[in-house]
């Protein structure tokens, strides 16, 4: 018996030693492989990057992961309670791993059949989700429980604190305590409740299972859980206990992800990712400022929209949406479309007893009885069937309705003889009178004239149950005086007069989402920063930026460029072109194609003024082929303009494609005295560390200044040689110099004084020309309007002398806009309500004349001076040595009367076409 109770003893005490040397061989294994701790001491969590207009409005919050660092003295005692009640109590006793707790899990899952409680410490979920996988398995459990132990070694508990409240997911893709309270509740830490601290708490173990969002049972079962612990442990009282539990939270509504000035911002964040690349931007908490306007942008972006919109509605109705047969599908819809309204306009909701969502714009029921109450006995006095009630009285609703948003409303009634339209929405009763529907002809959009008559009998548009877009003129109206005045008498004679007269409804407009597009771009003429950018009606439904990415013909908006050049070519304000089919007579045989102008017709000689501002086509063309392609293709190059230019005559009408962004940035010259003029959309790039990151704005080659040097000397030496040479050298070897080129170098690509005569021109365009429905605007703006083939493209662009704006708009096909939609009807009125945001914002001033330049009175009509004080007299402005009676405009006009060029007469000219 003793030997073997000896036996047994040696056999316990070997398998001990055996026991612990396995044990001792199973730490070695995995410590090795354990990663270094030191890491946590440089915690750099992914933070998210963000795009901020000039005021600092954040346009995007983009990220892999939405945290905000918090430090330890900005979490509140009772945050930091709850997280322990939740998930450690024994977190300032135990060394990283809790025995305790394991056995107590152990036996509570035992009992339970799965998996109810986790016996992981704080510090164990630290090393997990900052150092090791994700991965559920024992060796990785293992390692938990060694790294655990180190790092409790390496940090106080506050750091470890620091760190696992930081990194923590806890559902909504929110991480870490800030974060989550910013995102579940809109509060900062400081602001949190015991019963909102309980709630984000409890989301730690399962944050789907228990999402006040998903499953508001679980998480209110679960947030019980959490207080009971925290009483429990003694970290709240009974008082403050029972108040969490019957605490009414308001849960902030998630709305979806904010991207404003969407095509800034995008075209922002995609030069910033191919500088930085993508995952560094995601985590590294970059801060992008942008030159934007945020104030003026949005105005940008709701005159676009409003502009698309009216020329939509010039090309006629596309119809209802759809028609809903019975009533209970249309009270099914009203009742759809308040309980939507409600989300819409709410920021917060709370939980009913039951549960369920209460927003808290929503009001009593008591509003929907009354409103069917007074429907009922509306229709019980009613003698005739012709009139439907207002039913808006005290419904609050109203205030959360938008007066530039488009609501779908069900059609009630149609009446022929009123001209009325009845509708619903949102169980709230409006009509449409005849002028907000009598624009719905058929749709059918051609460039050839067509004559649509008004619609006067809605019927024919219109029925009972069908699904219309409208908006909103008025929230509340009497309907009396919308009764079409052919009706009017009949309508007070009626019997039903003194009942419809005193109801109350929305005054609506019929409505549709526009299928043209449109775009803008803004700048400022001195330092290029863009003011606003708008790339298309909607950056929701189509990400494609027109101002950018698309090039479309400029047509008659290239004008101003090429006259530009004309200036700089022996052209001045008061030079005579030919408007007449003879004009063209002596052009090149790269004219394949029938120019004409817009109204048909041909009015002989006119001024190059005149012919700039009233937008001819035929002097434009003959400009162009006395300055010649070459010297126009030079011309455009040298002044930054980054069209690929066709290389025959059709250039002189725009018929190559342009961006909006360069034709605009190319206008910005005249106003900024004939500088270069690079947009420039980015203003800091920062990121988390404090480093300045430079992004190019541009793709062209830059001109060094020692490159700009040589140019100058190289137009010194020309000049050299035409001026200096001696008397026996022949005419052909001097060298001709033009005069405007001597200022250029560096940025000033243009002459000042022809900047400043081309700003004069254009001025005129506003003041007199195709362009004057804007001169109410300002007396200081210039621009010009822009029109293609076929009514495919409109333009207007323009300036004053803080802003440089243009506006597109067209359709992404290339099919035409309709007969008549001109740059001045399609484009100029949204230039014009803008400009009239932009000036009132950024003010503005008269053009200084440079040196170098005078007045004279001329003969507008005939560029002559100016004979007595005629009704035709105008004060014109020229380059000093070019008006009209000095030397050098005698020269030019005997070499003109010298030109023995042939013309043709009208018929033979189309006849050799």
Do not use: C
């Not at 510090?123 to 090791?132: G, I, N």
């Not at 925290?230 to 029972?242: L, P, S, V, W």
């Not at 004679?493 to 449109?518: C, M, T, W």
């Not at 210039?782 to 076929?790: E, F």
């Amino acid at each position: 018996m003793k030997k073997i109770l000896i036996r047994l003893s040696i056999f316990i005490v070997g398998s001990g030693l055996l026991g612990a040397l396995v044990v001792a061989l199973v730490i070695a294994y995995f410590s090795f492989g354990l990663p270094k701790i030191s890491t946590l001491a440089d915690y750099n969590p992914p933070i998210p990057s963000q795009i901020m207009a000039r005021d600092g409005t954040v346009l995007t919050e983009i990220g892999k992961e939405t945290r905000y660092i918090a430090k330890m003295d900005e979490i509140p005692k009772r945050v930091i309670n709850a997280f322990l009640s939740a998930e450690d109590d024994n977190f300032y006793e135990h060394k990283g791993v809790d025995y305790l707790g394991v056995m107590r899990a152990f036996i509570a899952n035992l009992r339970a059949g799965k998996v109810v409680q986790g016996g992981s410490t704080i510090t164990q979920q630290v090393a997990k989700s900052l150092l090791l996988s994700r991965e559920r398995s024992i060796s990785r459990k293992i390692k938990d429980f060694l790294l655990a132990q180190r790092i409790e070694e390496k940090f106080t508990k506050e750091e470890i604190l620091f760190l696992y409240l930081n990194q923590v997911y806890l559902g909504g893709g929110y991480y870490g305590v800030k974060a989550a309270f910013k995102g579940y509740f809109g509060k900062e830490l400081t602001e949190a409740s015991i019963a909102e601290s309980a709630i984000v708490a409890g989301l730690l173990v399962a944050p789907g299972r228990y999402s006040p969002y998903i499953n508001p049972q679980y998480a209110k079962k679960r947030q019980g859980y959490v207080l009971g612990r925290m009483y429990a442990t003694g970290k709240i009282t009974e008082i403050e206990y029972n108040e969490a539990l019957a605490e009414k939270i308001k849960f902030r509504i998630k709305k979806g992800g904010e991207f404003k000035a969407g095509y800034l911002t995008d075209w922002v964040r995609q030069r910033i990712v191919e500088e930085v690349g993508n995952d560094k931007f995601l985590t590294d908490g970059f801060k992008v400022v942008t030159t934007i306007d945020f104030e003026l942008q949005q105005v940008a972006e709701k005159e676009v929209y409003k502009g698309v919109k009216e020329i939509d509605k010039r090309q006629g109705f596309k119809g209802p949406l759809r028609n809903i047969e019975t009533e209970e599908k249309v009270k099914e819809l009203l009742l759809k479309q308040r309980k939507d309204l409600h989300e819409e306009k709410s920021t917060y909701f709370t939980l009913k007893d039951d549960l369920s969502r209460l927003y808290e714009s929503e009001i009593s029921e008591e509003i929907t009885e009354k409103r069917e109450k007074h429907t009922l006995g509306f229709f019980e006095k009613l003698r005739s069937k012709r009139y439907y009630p207002g039913n808006i009285k005290e419904d609050p609703i109203l205030d959360m309705l938008s007066d530039d948003k488009m609501y779908e409303a069900v059609v009630r009634r149609v009446d022929n003889r009123s001209r009325i339209v009845y509708v619903s929405f949102a169980g709230l009763n409006g009509f449409i009178p005849y002028e907000g529907f009598r624009w719905a002809h058929e749709r059918n959009i051609s460039e050839e004239r067509q004559y649509y008559p008004y619609v006067t009998r809605p019927s024919t548009i219109l029925k009972a149950g069908d699904v219309i877009q409208v908006s909103i003129v008025s929230k509340s109206t009497g309907i009396e005086r919308h009764i079409w005045r052919g009706d009017q008498a009949n309508f007070k004679k009626s019997r039903d007069y003194d009942l419809v007269k005193n109801e109350k409804y929305i005054h609506f407009l019929l409505d549709q989402e526009p299928e043209a597009e449109g775009a803008l771009v803004s700048l400022d003429p001195k330092t290029g920063e863009l003011i606003a950018l708008v790339g298309g009606a909607d950056f929701e439904k189509s990400q494609f930026d027109r101002a950018i990415q698309s090039h479309r013909q400029p047509g008659s908006s290239f004008k101003p460029i090429l006259f530009a050049a004309g200036l700089e070519n022996g052209f001045t304000p008061a030079s005579t072109l030919m408007d007449s089919p003879e004009a063209l007579g002596g052009v090149d045989s790269s004219l394949n194609w029938k120019p004409r102008n817009y109204d048909g017709k041909f009015k002989g000689p006119m001024t190059f003024r005149n012919s700039l501002e009233t937008s001819r086509n035929i002097p434009t063309i003959r400009l162009a082929s006395d300055i010649g392609v070459e010297k126009i293709t030079e011309f455009t190059k040298r002044i930054g303009f980054k069209a690929k230019l066709d290389q025959d005559l059709s250039l002189a009408l725009g018929s190559f494609g342009v961006t909006l962004m360069d034709i605009v940035a190319t206008y910005a010259i005249f106003p900024n005295g004939g500088k270069i003029v690079r947009p420039k959309s980015i203003i800091s790039v920062v990121d988390r560390y404090g480093k300045n990151y430079e992004i190019s704005e541009h793709n062209e080659e830059k001109v060094t200044e020692e490159q700009a040097e040589v140019k100058e000397e190289e137009a010194k030496e020309i000049l050299e040689n035409n001026t200096l040479g001696t008397e026996a050298e022949s005419e052909e070897d001097k060298v001709e110099v033009n005069p405007y080129h001597l200022a250029l170098g560096g940025d000033q690509v243009y002459d000042p004084r022809l900047a400043y005569i081309m700003t004069n021109l254009l001025r005129g365009v506003v003041q007199n020309g195709t362009g004057r429905r804007v001169k109410d605007v300002s007396a200081f703006i210039g621009g010009k309007t822009g029109t293609t083939n076929n009514y495919v493209d409109a333009w207007f662009l323009g300036f004053a002398s803080n802003i440089v704006t243009g506006v597109w708009t067209g359709f992404d096909n290339n099919k035409t806009l309709g007969w008549g939609e001109t740059g001045a009807k399609s484009a100029l009125p949204i230039w014009k309500e803008f400009m009239r945001a932009g000036i009132k914002k950024k003010g503005e001033y008269d053009y200084q004349a440079p040196l170098g330049v005078v007045n004279v009175l001329i003969d507008k009509q005939t560029g002559k001076l100016a004979g007595g004080s005629g009704q035709g007299n105008f004060l014109e402005t020229f380059v000093e040595g070019t008006e009209p009676g000095s030397k050098v405009v005698e020269d030019v006009e005997k070499l003109k009367s010298d030109n023995n060029t042939q013309f043709l007469e009208e018929d033979d000219y189309y006849n050799n076409q």
